[in-house]
C-alpha cells in the first residue's frame, strides 16, 4: 500500500467523526431527564409551523446538558437556572431562553409516618439522598448542618431504597417521586426547598451565546415555538402525554394525566417561559455567597428575553 | 534505585508530551477548559484540596484492596472447586460467569439495600467486579497441567490433595498472577462505581464534582483513581517476579 | 538379591521384577493399538522393544506402568508388591521448573511420604550416580537438555525401582550426550539388577543396550521378532563400531524394515 493511500485511510475515520460533530440538519433539544409531564409543553410544541425541523433528545440521570450545549453536541439543552451560573463561571457561554417552571419543583420527600414539620426536621435524624454538589445541598448544610443525618448519593430515580426504609429522604421533584412512591403504597410529606428560599427557575431551555449570534432568527423561532407548545399543553396535555408515554413507559398513562395537572401552578405565567432580572440577580447573589461562584455575573448575560 | 528509574522512563515521555500537548490546545483555545481542563489546573486543584483528594484516595484505597484480596482468595478457592472435576465445572462455571456480565450499574441499588451506605457496599461492587478473571485464569491454569507430570504423580500414589497443592497450583502460578493483574485494575473501577451509589472516596468526589461542573477536580480525582491501579499493578509484579524469577520465561530475559 | 553399593556407600538391594503379558488388548476409541500381544519379562533383564510408529509401544510400557488399563488380557507382576518400585523415564525431562534439582530428584520420595532428611539424603546419591551433584541447587531453567535428562534419571532411580520404564528418554538429545547416558544407564543397571524395559526408535540404541530386544508390528498385533543379543555384558563405545553389533543390528532391521 503506497503512503498516500495509507494516509488517506488513517484521515477517513477522522474526518467521518468530525463530519458527525458538526452541522447536521435536524436541531436537537437534549432533555436532562427521562421523557415525563414535566417536558410536556416541548413535546407538544408544533416545530414545524415555525420552519424548524427538531429532535428531542431524552436524557437520564446524569446527562450533561448544560456540557452538550457548550461543546455543541445539543443546539438548545434543559437545565436548571443555578446550573447555567456554575457554567457560566467555567467559561461555558450558556445564555437562558424559556423557564418553564415558575417555581422550583424541587423538594425533599419524607415517610409521612415520620410526622415531620419541616425540611430542618428531615435533617435531624435519618438519611438523606441528596446531590450533594447542587448548590441547594450546600445551603442546607449551611442553614441546618448535616451532623444528626446520614448523607447518601441521590439514588437518581430508582426508588427502592426509600420504599425500603422508612427512615429514609430523598431529594425529588414534587411533579414526579412523590406520585410514585403513593402509587407503591408509601405516603409522603414533601417540603420544597424553595420553602427555605432558594427558588432557581427549574425546567429552563437554554442555548449557547454563540449560536444566539450566529442564527438569532432561528432561536427566536424556537422559542416561540416552545411558547405555544406550553400553552397548549396546561390547556390540552393528552397528546404529548401519549408521545412521551410512548418513550417512557415505565410511569403509567394515568400518573402522566395526573402530574400534568398537579405541575400547572408552577408553570402558569405571564407570558409562559418569561424571567426577569431580579430572580436571576437574587439567584446569583445566593451563589455568590455559598461560595458556588467567584462573583454574580450580570442577568442580561443569563439571560435573554426573545 | 536508579535502574528503576530508568525504566520508567520511555513510559514517562508519551505522558510528558501528552500533557503538554493537552496545556497548549486548552490555552490556544482548540479545547474548551470547561470540556477539559489544561493538565495546569488539575494540577492546581491537586495542590488546593489536596486534603479532600487524598483523605477520599485513602477511603477508594481500603475499598478497593480489601475488595482486590477478597476476590483474590475467592476467586483461587472457587477456581480450585471448579477444577476438581468436569461435573462440577458445568455444573457451575456459568454462574461464575455472571460474575462478568452483570452490568454493576444495574445491581447497585440492591448492593445499597443489602450492605447499606457505606464501606461494605463499595467493598462488595470491587469485589464483584473483579472475581471473574482471577477465577477463568486460575481455572485455565489448574486445568492445563502438563499430563506426564499428572501420570509421574499418579505413578507413586500421590493423594489428590498433595497433587493440587505440590503441582498443579505451582505450575498454575503464572497464570493465577495474569487474573490478579486484571483484577487489580477492575477493583479499582469497582470501588468508584460503587462510590457513585453508597458515597464517599474518590468515586464521590467525581460524582459531586461532576454536579458542581468542577472538570478540573474530576480529573484530579480520576487522575489519582488511576494512580492507585497503577500501584496495585505494580504490586502484582512485584509479586510475580518474586514467585517466577528462577523459573518462568516471562520473568527471564 | 543384587547387593550394591551406591556412591556414598549405601548399601542397596534390587532385585528386578518379572512380567507376564497375555494377550493384551487396547484400543482408543475406534483404533486398536493393541491387538493381542503375549510377552515375558525375566527378573533383571534389560529389554528393548522397537517398532515402527503407532505399534503401541509406548501404550504397552503405559500399560506395564498401570497408568493405562488393558482392555483384555492380563498382565502379572511378580513379586507383586511393585506399585511404588517402578519408575518412569518419560521423552522429556517433565521436570517441576519451581523446584530445585535436589528437590526434583527427591519428588518420589516425597510423594510416598519418606522423611526429609532419608530423601534428600538419598537425592543426594542418585544425582551422584548421574553425576549431578555440582548442580543440586540449580533450577531446570538453568540446565542443559542432558542434564535435566540426568535428573529425570536420578529421579527415577530415587526409590530403588525394581522396574525401570523408559519412553525414547535420549531421542531428543545430541548424539554425544546421548552416547555418554546409554553407558551410564547400562553401569547403573549392572550395579542395581533392577528390571529395564527401554522403548526406542533406534535401532542402534537397542542393540547397544539391550540384552532381549523385541520388533512389535506395525499395527500393535504382536511381536515381530524376539531376539536375544549376543554381546558382552561390559559394553563401552568401542562396541558401536564392532562387527558383533553390526550383525545384531542387521537382524533388528530386517525386521523393522519388513513392518514398513
Given at each position: 500500500?503506497?503512503?498516500?493511500?495509507?494516509?488517506?485511510?488513517?484521515?477517513?475515520?477522522?474526518?467521518?467523526?468530525?463530519?458527525?460533530?458538526?452541522?447536521?440538519?435536524?436541531?436537537?433539544?437534549a432533555l436532562n431527564?427521562?421523557?415525563?409531564?414535566?417536558?410536556?409543553?416541548?413535546?407538544?410544541?408544533?416545530?414545524?409551523?415555525?420552519?424548524l425541523?427538531?429532535?428531542?433528545?431524552?436524557?437520564?440521570?446524569?446527562?450533561?446538558?448544560?456540557?452538550?450545549i457548550?461543546?455543541?453536541?445539543?443546539?438548545?439543552?434543559?437545565?436548571?437556572?443555578?446550573?447555567?451560573?456554575?457554567?457560566?463561571?467555567?467559561?461555558?457561554?450558556?445564555?437562558?431562553?424559556?423557564?418553564?417552571?415558575?417555581?422550583?419543583?424541587?423538594?425533599?420527600?419524607?415517610?409521612?409516618?415520620?410526622?415531620?414539620?419541616?425540611?430542618?426536621?428531615?435533617?435531624?435524624?435519618?438519611?438523606?439522598?441528596?446531590?450533594?454538589?447542587?448548590?441547594?445541598?450546600?445551603?442546607?448544610?449551611?442553614?441546618?448542618?448535616?451532623?444528626?443525618?446520614?448523607?447518601?448519593?441521590?439514588?437518581?430515580?430508582?426508588?427502592?431504597?426509600?420504599?425500603?426504609?422508612?427512615?429514609?429522604a430523598q431529594?425529588?421533584?414534587v411533579?414526579?417521586?412523590?406520585?410514585?412512591?403513593?402509587?407503591?403504597?408509601?405516603?409522603?410529606?414533601?417540603?420544597?426547598?424553595?420553602?427555605?428560599?432558594?427558588?432557581?427557575?427549574?425546567?429552563?431551555?437554554?442555548?449557547?451565546?454563540?449560536?444566539?449570534?450566529?442564527?438569532?432568527?432561528?432561536?427566536?423561532?424556537?422559542?416561540?415555538?416552545?411558547?405555544?407548545?406550553?400553552?397548549e399543553?396546561?390547556?390540552?396535555?393528552?397528546?404529548?402525554n401519549?408521545?412521551?408515554?410512548?418513550?417512557?413507559?415505565?410511569?403509567?398513562?394515568a400518573?402522566?394525566?395526573?402530574?400534568?395537572?398537579?405541575q400547572?401552578?408552577?408553570?402558569?405565567?405571564?407570558p409562559?417561559?418569561?424571567?426577569?432580572?431580579?430572580?436571576?440577580?437574587?439567584?446569583?447573589?445566593?451563589?455568590?455567597?455559598?461560595?458556588?461562584?467567584?462573583?454574580?455575573p450580570?442577568?442580561?448575560?443569563?439571560?435573554?428575553?426573545? | 534505585?536508579?535502574?528503576?528509574?530508568?525504566?520508567?522512563?520511555?513510559?514517562?515521555?508519551?505522558?510528558?508530551?501528552?500533557?503538554?500537548?493537552?496545556?497548549?490546545l486548552?490555552?490556544a483555545?482548540?479545547?474548551?477548559?470547561?470540556?477539559?481542563?489544561?493538565?495546569?489546573?488539575v494540577?492546581?486543584?491537586?495542590?488546593?484540596?489536596?486534603?479532600?483528594?487524598?483523605?477520599?484516595?485513602?477511603?477508594?484505597?481500603?475499598?478497593?484492596?480489601?475488595?482486590?484480596?477478597?476476590?483474590?482468595?475467592g476467586?483461587?478457592?472457587?477456581?480450585?472447586?471448579?477444577?476438581?472435576?468436569?461435573a462440577?465445572?458445568?455444573?457451575?462455571?456459568?454462574?461464575?460467569?455472571?460474575?462478568?456480565?452483570?452490568?454493576?450499574?444495574?445491581?447497585?441499588?440492591?448492593?445499597?439495600?443489602?450492605?447499606?451506605?457505606?464501606?461494605?457496599?463499595v467493598?462488595?461492587?470491587?469485589?464483584?467486579?473483579?472475581?471473574?478473571?482471577?477465577?477463568?485464569?486460575?481455572?485455565?491454569?489448574?486445568?492445563?497441567?502438563?499430563?506426564?507430570l499428572?501420570?509421574?504423580?499418579?505413578?507413586?500414589g500421590?493423594?489428590?490433595?498433595?497433587?493440587?497443592w505440590?503441582?498443579?497450583?505451582?505450575?498454575?502460578?503464572?497464570?493465577?498472577?495474569?487474573?490478579?493483574?486484571?483484577?487489580?485494575?477492575?477493583?479499582?473501577?469497582?470501588?468508584?462505581?460503587?462510590?457513585?451509589?453508597?458515597g464517599?472516596?474518590?468515586?464521590?468526589?467525581?460524582?459531586?464534582?461532576?454536579?458542581?461542573?468542577?472538570?478540573?477536580?474530576?480529573?484530579a480525582?480520576?487522575?489519582?483513581?488511576?494512580?492507585?491501579?497503577?500501584?496495585?499493578?505494580?504490586?502484582?509484579?512485584?509479586?510475580?517476579?518474586?514467585?517466577?524469577?528462577?523459573?518462568?520465561?516471562?520473568?527471564?530475559? | 538379591?543384587?547387593?550394591?553399593?551406591?556412591?556414598?556407600?549405601?548399601?542397596?538391594?534390587?532385585?528386578?521384577?518379572?512380567?507376564?503379558?497375555?494377550?493384551?488388548?487396547?484400543?482408543?476409541?475406534?483404533?486398536?493399538?493393541?491387538?493381542?500381544l503375549?510377552?515375558?519379562v525375566?527378573?533383571?533383564?534389560?529389554?528393548?522393544?522397537?517398532?515402527?510408529?503407532?505399534?503401541?509401544?509406548s501404550?504397552?510400557?503405559?500399560?506395564?506402568?498401570?497408568?493405562?488399563?488393558?482392555?483384555?488380557?492380563?498382565?502379572?507382576?511378580t513379586?507383586?508388591?511393585?506399585?511404588?518400585?517402578?519408575?518412569?523415564?518419560?521423552?522429556?525431562?517433565?521436570?517441576?521448573?519451581?523446584?530445585?534439582?535436589?528437590?526434583?530428584?527427591?519428588?518420589?520420595?516425597?510423594?510416598?511420604?519418606?522423611?526429609?532428611?532419608?530423601r534428600?539424603?538419598?537425592?543426594?546419591?542418585?544425582?551422584?550416580?548421574?553425576?549431578?551433584?555440582?548442580a543440586?541447587?540449580?533450577?531446570p531453567?538453568?540446565?542443559?537438555?542432558?542434564?535435566?535428562?540426568?535428573?529425570?534419571?536420578?529421579?527415577?532411580?530415587?526409590?530403588?525401582?525394581?522396574?525401570?520404564?523408559?519412553?525414547?528418554?535420549?531421542?531428543?538429545?545430541?548424539?554425544?550426550?546421548?552416547?555418554?547416558?546409554?553407558?551410564?544407564?547400562?553401569?547403573?543397571?549392572?550395579?542395581?539388577?533392577?528390571?529395564?524395559?527401554?522403548?526406542?526408535?533406534s535401532?542402534?540404541?537397542?542393540?547397544?543396550?539391550?540384552?532381549?530386544?523385541?520388533?512389535l508390528?506395525?499395527?500393535?498385533?504382536?511381536?515381530?521378532?524376539?531376539?536375544?543379543?549376543?554381546?558382552?555384558?561390559?559394553?563401552?563405545?568401542?562396541?558401536?563400531?564392532?562387527?558383533?553389533?553390526?550383525?545384531?543390528?542387521?537382524?533388528?532391521?530386517?525386521?523393522?524394515e519388513?513392518?514398513?
Open positions: 500500500m503506497n503512503l498516500p493511500r495509507r494516509t488517506f485511510l488513517k484521515i477517513l475515520p477522522a474526518a467521518g467523526l468530525l463530519a458527525a460533530c458538526g452541522k447536521s440538519s435536524k436541531i436537537r433539544l431527564w427521562k421523557p415525563d409531564p414535566e417536558f410536556g409543553g416541548f413535546y407538544g410544541a408544533d416545530y414545524a409551523k415555525h420552519g425541523d427538531v429532535e428531542i433528545l431524552p436524557g437520564g440521570s446524569g446527562t450533561p446538558t448544560v456540557q452538550m457548550g461543546a455543541g453536541s445539543a443546539e438548545f439543552g434543559i437545565i436548571q437556572a443555578d446550573e447555567l451560573l456554575l457554567a457560566r463561571a467555567q467559561g461555558n457561554d450558556v445564555v437562558a431562553l424559556f423557564a418553564a417552571f415558575q417555581s422550583s419543583p424541587l423538594a425533599i420527600m419524607a415517610h409521612a409516618s415520620r410526622r415531620l414539620e419541616s425540611i430542618g426536621d428531615v435533617l435531624k435524624s435519618g438519611t438523606l439522598a441528596i446531590e450533594s454538589g447542587l448548590p441547594y445541598a450546600r445551603l442546607l448544610k449551611k442553614k441546618f448542618g448535616f451532623d444528626h443525618v446520614k448523607v447518601v448519593p441521590s439514588p437518581g430515580g430508582d426508588l427502592s431504597a426509600f420504599l425500603n426504609d422508612q427512615n429514609f431529594q425529588c421533584f411533579t414526579d417521586e412523590p406520585l410514585q412512591a403513593k402509587h407503591k403504597g408509601v405516603d409522603v410529606k414533601v417540603f420544597p426547598v424553595s420553602d427555605i428560599g432558594y427558588n432557581p427557575y427549574t425546567t429552563v431551555m437554554a442555548t449557547s451565546g454563540d449560536l444566539l449570534r450566529k442564527n438569532p432568527d432561528m432561536v427566536k423561532n424556537m422559542v416561540a415555538a416552545v411558547r405555544e407548545g406550553w400553552r399543553y396546561l390547556d390540552n396535555p393528552s397528546s404529548a401519549e408521545k412521551m408515554h410512548a418513550i417512557n413507559p415505565s410511569m403509567e398513562a400518573s402522566y394525566a395526573e402530574i400534568a395537572g398537579a400547572k401552578v408552577l408553570i402558569e405565567a405571564n409562559l417561559g418569561k424571567m426577569t432580572t431580579e430572580r436571576w440577580d437574587t439567584l446569583a447573589a445566593e451563589l455568590k455567597e455559598l461560595g458556588d461562584i467567584p462573583q454574580a450580570p442577568a442580561d448575560q443569563c439571560f435573554r428575553d426573545l | 534505585m536508579w535502574k528503576t528509574l530508568q525504566k520508567a522512563v520511555p513510559a514517562a515521555i508519551p505522558f510528558l508530551i501528552v500533557t503538554l500537548a493537552m496545556e497548549w486548552v490555552r483555545g482548540w479545547i474548551k477548559a470547561f470540556l477539559v481542563p489544561p493538565p495546569s489546573a494540577f492546581e486543584t491537586m495542590v488546593r484540596d489536596w486534603r479532600e483528594l487524598f483523605a477520599a484516595l485513602a477511603r477508594t484505597s481500603s475499598a478497593a484492596l480489601i475488595g482486590f484480596a477478597l476476590s483474590a482468595l476467586g483461587i478457592a472457587i477456581a480450585v472447586f471448579l477444577s476438581s472435576s468436569r462440577i465445572q458445568q455444573a457451575f462455571y456459568p454462574y461464575a460467569v455472571f460474575f462478568q456480565t452483570v452490568p454493576i450499574i444495574a445491581i447497585a441499588p440492591l448492593l445499597v439495600i443489602w450492605f447499606g451506605y457505606g464501606m461494605r457496599t467493598v462488595a461492587s470491587a469485589f464483584i467486579v473483579s472475581i471473574f478473571p482471577v477465577i477463568a485464569n486460575t481455572l485455565t491454569g489448574l486445568l492445563s497441567t502438563d499430563p506426564a499428572r501420570d509421574l504423580f499418579r505413578l507413586y500421590a493423594s489428590p490433595s498433595a497433587t493440587l505440590k503441582l498443579r497450583f505451582p505450575a498454575a502460578l503464572p497464570q493465577i498472577l495474569t487474573g490478579l493483574r486484571i483484577a487489580g485494575g477492575l477493583a479499582v473501577i469497582g470501588a468508584i462505581v460503587g462510590e457513585f451509589i453508597g464517599q472516596g474518590l468515586g464521590s468526589v467525581v460524582d459531586v464534582a461532576r454536579t458542581q461542573q468542577r472538570t478540573d477536580k474530576v480529573f480525582a480520576v487522575l489519582l483513581a488511576s494512580l492507585l491501579g497503577l500501584a496495585l499493578f505494580g504490586f502484582i509484579n512485584i509479586l510475580s517476579h518474586v514467585a517466577l524469577r528462577r523459573w518462568h520465561a516471562s520473568e527471564q530475559n | 538379591m543384587t547387593e550394591a553399593k551406591t556412591a556414598s556407600g549405601l548399601s542397596i538391594e534390587t532385585s528386578g521384577v518379572a512380567l507376564r503379558l497375555q494377550r493384551v488388548r487396547r484400543a482408543f476409541d475406534d483404533l486398536v493399538v493393541i491387538s493381542d503375549t510377552l515375558n525375566d527378573a533383571g533383564e534389560f529389554l528393548a522393544i522397537l517398532g515402527p510408529s503407532g505399534c503401541g509401544k501404550t504397552l510400557l503405559r500399560i506395564i506402568a498401570g497408568l493405562v488399563t488393558p482392555d483384555g488380557g492380563t498382565l502379572n507382576i513379586p507383586t508388591d511393585t506399585k511404588f518400585q517402578t519408575a518412569y523415564v518419560f521423552q522429556d525431562a517433565h521436570l517441576l521448573p519451581w523446584r530445585t534439582v535436589l528437590e526434583n530428584a527427591a519428588l518420589p520420595l516425597e510423594l510416598m511420604g519418606v522423611e526429609r532428611a532419608e534428600i539424603a538419598r537425592a543426594n546419591d542418585t544425582l551422584a550416580e548421574v553425576g549431578l551433584s555440582e543440586k541447587s540449580r533450577y531453567a538453568q540446565l542443559s537438555g542432558g542434564m535435566r535428562m540426568r535428573v529425570s534419571l536420578a529421579r527415577a532411580l530415587v526409590t530403588q525401582p525394581r522396574l525401570l520404564l523408559l519412553d525414547e528418554p535420549f531421542a531428543a538429545l545430541d548424539e554425544i550426550t546421548r552416547f555418554r547416558l546409554d553407558v551410564r544407564l547400562r553401569d547403573l543397571w549392572i550395579e542395581r539388577g533392577m528390571t529395564v524395559i527401554f522403548v526406542t526408535h535401532i542402534t540404541e537397542a542393540a547397544f543396550l539391550a540384552d532381549r530386544a523385541i520388533v508390528t506395525r499395527k500393535g498385533g504382536g511381536v515381530k521378532l524376539d531376539r536375544r543379543l549376543d554381546l558382552p555384558r561390559i559394553r563401552n563405545n568401542e562396541l558401536r563400531v564392532s562387527p558383533q553389533l553390526a550383525h545384531e543390528m542387521q537382524a533388528l532391521l530386517a525386521a523393522m519388513e513392518e514398513g
